[in-house]
């Protein structure tokens, strides 16, 4: 068995295959009831929480298994966007919050997501320590100390007023049309809830969950169903979340995208302008457009870049008292509100922006020309190792001599599903596809 449990985010998989099976999740949940429980005492307790995808309900049962073997008390909060877990894990004074969810994957891979007592995901150090009591075993409670399970009924309706409570202070969205994309996934109820509350004429899409169709032709990652929609409806502005609602697109009035880029462009520039942006600095990985990074340095701010994946966003804020973070996928985050990406929280910050600025989506969702940008994937078998071939070094060199002072190569592998993702940027378009297909070549050959 493999010690590499955890990836970029948490640990996830292929329901049913390891290591996303009934029996690790009861492992991990008495992995990690044991670590938060190393002061001996009882009085401990955990909140899970979940997305739409069948498989949750097992993995639900199976952690509650193993956490309350160990002597925690479970809050079962059902589902509810992951966000809502790591606000809902400090408001229950919680010492550990789970969230069920495999993001934006399909429905049949599920994943286990993990955050401390103060609503921030576990360090790397933290998810070490678990993945080696997964592996090592733990001693279970006595009988007598066997925790207790229960459900929070209202989980999503606290989540609900916190959100509200981030909207400017008597402004509403009164003749507003919105179209909300809520992927079949865990914001299915709250998010149009949110925005009818807030004044906002809703025209909900992708809240029908029936366990298999999270993501399903629609959310952040199938941009096409809402952008038809908010064109058909003549809506003013569409708003695409994820499975577990931690990203978010916006889709302006002609239907055009902006991705997490462009949202956090114009984000830190509007709270430079207002004294809010901390540090004068914006925090994204490796993957967020060189346009984004010319943006703020034109206008003194800085660009902080991290590796891959929200955690080490956050992580990075937290160390240099940043308060505003993302990436370009769409997780934005808001340290002065929330202690993960929320793609709910970003989407009332944009609308927010259109009303106070009373200016149409088409005029805030485009704040730079992004660098050409180049992604593909290649899917590799377990095992495989197609980074360590000489064939494809010498590619990624080859590339990087061509790209030299022109543009940039960035070549990784996912932390969340079995891919190597190869990225380039560079002004010059014959020679951005030159090099990107160039290296897919000599990855696909090597697998």
Request: charged share 20%; net charge negative; proline share 4%.
């Given at each position: 068995m493999s010690d590499d449990l955890f990836g970029t985010d948490g640990v996830r998989g292929r329901a049913n295959e390891w290591p996303m099976t009934a029996e690790m999740a009861l492992r991990l949940g008495a992995a990690a009831g044991r670590y938060f429980r190393?002061?001996?005492?009882?009085?401990?307790?955990?909140?899970?929480?979940?997305?739409?995808?069948?498989?949750?309900?097992?993995?639900?049962?199976?952690?509650?298994?193993?956490?309350?073997?160990?002597?925690?008390?479970?809050?079962?909060?059902?589902?509810?966007?992951?966000?809502a877990v790591g606000m809902l894990t400090t408001s229950l004074r919680a010492d550990v919050g789970v969230m069920i969810s495999a993001s934006h994957n399909p429905h049949h891979d599920n994943g286990i997501k993990f955050f401390g007592p103060d609503g921030f995901k576990l360090s790397d150090e933290a998810q070490a320590e678990i993945s080696r009591l997964t592996h090592e075993g733990v001693e279970l409670a006595q009988a007598q100390n066997i925790g207790r399970a229960r459900r929070i009924d209202d989980g999503r309706f606290r989540y609900n007023e916190r959100l509200k409570m981030t909207f400017p202070a008597g402004k509403r969205l009164d003749g507003m049309k919105v179209v909300i994309d809520c992927a079949n996934g865990a914001a299915h109820r709250v998010a149009p809830e949110v925005l009818w509350e807030l004044g906002a004429e809703v025209i909900p899409i992708g809240t029908s969950p029936d366990g298999r169709n999270i993501n399903q032709k629609c959310g952040s990652t199938h941009t096409d169903t809402a952008a038809a929609a908010v064109v058909a409806h003549g809506a003013d502005?569409?708003?695409?979340?994820?499975?577990?609602?931690?990203?978010?697109?916006?889709?302006?009035?002609?239907?055009?995208?902006?991705?997490?880029?462009?949202?956090?462009?114009?984000?830190?520039a509007r709270w430079a302008e207002q004294g809010r942006l901390n540090g004068g600095a914006l925090v994204a990985t490796v993957m967020s457009n060189l346009g984004l990074e010319r943006f703020l340095q034109a206008r003194g701010l800085r660009l902080e870049r991290t590796a891959v994946g929200d955690r080490y966003v956050v992580e990075r804020m937290r160390a240099g008292g940043f308060n505003l973070g993302g990436e370009q996928s769409g997780h934005i985050v808001m340290t002065d509100y929330a202690t993960t990406g929320d793609g709910l929280l970003a989407g009332l910050q944009f609308l927010a922006a259109m009303v106070e600025t009373g200016q149409p989506a088409s005029r805030l969702v485009r704040q730079f020309d992004p660098v050409p940008q180049l992604l593909k994937n290649v899917r590799f078998a377990a095992g495989q190792t197609p980074l360590e071939a000489d064939s494809v070094k010498a590619a990624i060199a080859d590339a990087e001599a061509r790209l030299s002072g022109a543009g940039r190569l960035l070549i990784r592998k996912s932390g969340t599903e079995p891919l190597i993702r190869v990225m380039a940027e560079c002004e010059d378009d014959a020679l951005l596809t030159q090099v990107v297909d160039g290296v897919v070549e000599a990855v696909t050959a090597a697998t």
């Open positions: 190393r002061d001996g005492s009882t009085a401990h307790s955990v909140v899970i929480g979940k997305d739409t995808r069948l498989s949750g309900y097992m993995f639900e049962n199976a952690l509650t298994a193993g956490f309350t073997s160990t002597g925690m008390n479970v809050y079962l909060l059902g589902p509810v966007p992951t966000p502005v569409g708003i695409c979340l994820d499975g577990d609602a931690d990203r978010v697109m916006i889709i302006d009035e002609k239907g055009q995208v902006a991705d997490g880029d462009q949202i956090m462009a114009l984000t830190a």
